[in-house]
Nanobody
Framework: QVQLVESGGGLVQPGGSLRLSCAAS????????MGWYRQTPGKERELVAT???????NYADSVKGRFTISRDNAKNTVYLQMNSLKPEDTAVYYC???????WGQGTQVTVSS
């Protein structure tokens, strides 16, 4: 069974950057879509970005032009480059293998001065 482990979260000032990583413990084969989601207390988990194994991407309107999702299939790793961060980007970020029940444990991102 595939397990996902996120890393790269932390505290950053507004306007700063962070790069999140999601490493899969097992090899993900076939057609698949990986995604980043985020959640704040009292709110539902929301989609941030997705990427297919072929490289097709999709972004939430709130992050378009600021965040970039990418993947290295050879390393079974998905990345989320976050630039021009805003306080409203503060959340726990989760990695997810879409159309499965596989989620990572989450990594906290805090944007604050």
């Amino acid at each position: 069974q595939v397990q996902l482990v996120e890393s790269g979260g932390g505290l950053v000032q507004p306007g700063g950057s962070l790069r999140l990583s999601c490493a899969a413990s097992g090899r993900i084969v076939g057609i698949n879509i990986m995604g980043w989601y985020r959640q704040t207390p009292g709110k539902e988990r929301e989609l941030v970005a997705t990427i297919s194994n072929g490289g097709s991407t999709n972004y939430a309107d709130s992050v378009k032009g600021r965040f970039t999702i990418s993947r290295d299939n050879a390393k079974n790793t998905v990345y989320l480059q976050m630039n021009s961060l805003k306080p409203e980007d503060t959340a726990v970020y989760y990695c997810h293998l879409l159309y499965t029940t596989t989620w990572g444990q989450g990594t906290q991102v805090t944007v604050s001065s």
